[in-house]
């Protein structure tokens, strides 16, 4: 079993900037063999694949986030990142990490084993 907790969400106003991160741990897991994904997800809506870091550190965003979020790791820390810029209302949800990719396409919420909790981010006019 793994256990991801996400941290560092809040309210913000539209154009400023947030920063997530989320650790990770669990027996026989170790972070640097697994890719990973943030998530965010809305009420009524799928969940959105946000950004993805691979192993290798190969990286992929959805096209709404290119330009203004970084996804980031520190394998020796166990631990994501997701740096926010220049944000918008419409990037309010509720974000997750995810890690261990089943594969199939990244950014489908299926493709993916291990979630945590999430964090909330809200961002306001």
């Known amino acids: 079993q793994v256990q991801l907790v996400e941290s560092g969400g809040g309210s913000v106003q539209a154009g400023g900037s947030l920063g997530l991160a989320c650790t990770a741990s669990?027996?026989?897991?170790?972070?640097?063999?697994?890719?990973m994904a943030w998530f965010r997800q809305v009420p009524g809506k799928e969940r959105e694949g946000v950004a993805h870091i691979t192993t290798s550190m190969t990286v992929a965003y959805a096209d709404s986030v290119k330009g203004r979020f970084t996804i980031s790791r520190d394998n020796a820390k166990s631990t994501l990142y997701l740096q926010m810029n220049s944000l918008k209302p419409e990037d309010t949800a509720t974000y997750y990490c995810?890690?261990?990719?089943?594969?199939?396409?990244?950014?489908?919420?299926?493709?993916?084993?291990?979630w945590g909790q999430g964090t909330q981010v809200t961002v306001s006019s």
């Open positions: 995810a890690t261990r990719f089943l594969g199939g396409h990244w950014n489908s919420g299926n493709s993916w084993k291990y």
């Open positions: 669990g027996s026989g897991y170790v972070f640097g063999s697994y890719h």
